[in-house]
């Protein structure tokens, strides 16, 4: 079993800035793909980026130029640091992680999420 957990999210003003990280455990042969995604009350759950092992990123065009995904391959983690942020970024942001585990078994695995609130 893999787990997911992020940190970092909160309360902040337009403007301001946040980083998530978000830490894996537990049996992991290998993590591929990590990613951040997010859901906002009413809407569905949405892309914001993803990093590969290699270190290649994706951006939604709504967070390009502000965010910056990045990874740890050693740690097993990754973060999204957050600038410039709008009310509209408001939303639970979850971490995603498309793995294999000890016993070779591809997964995709998802945190508990983290809230963020940004205040106009």
């Known amino acids: 079993q893999v787990q997911l957990v992020e940190s970092g999210g909160g309360l902040v003003q337009a403007g301001g800035s946040l980083r998530l990280s978000c830490a894996a455990s537990g049996s992991i042969f290998s993590i591929n793909t990590m990613g951040w995604y997010r859901q906002a009350p009413g809407k569905q759950r949405e892309l914001v980026a993803t990093?590969?092992?290699?270190?290649?990123?994706n951006y939604s065009d709504s967070v390009k130029g502000r965010f910056t995904i990045s990874r740890d391959n050693a740690k097993n983690m990754v973060y999204l640091q957050m600038n410039s942020l709008k009310p509209e970024d408001t939303a639970v942001y979850y971490c995603?992680?498309?793995?294999?585990?000890?016993?070779?078994?591809?997964?995709?695995?998802w945190g508990q999420g983290t809230q963020v609130t940004v205040s106009s």
């Open positions: 995603n992680a498309q793995g294999i585990s000890r016993a070779m078994v591809p997964g995709t695995y």
């Open positions: 990093i590969t092992r290699g270190g290649i990123t």
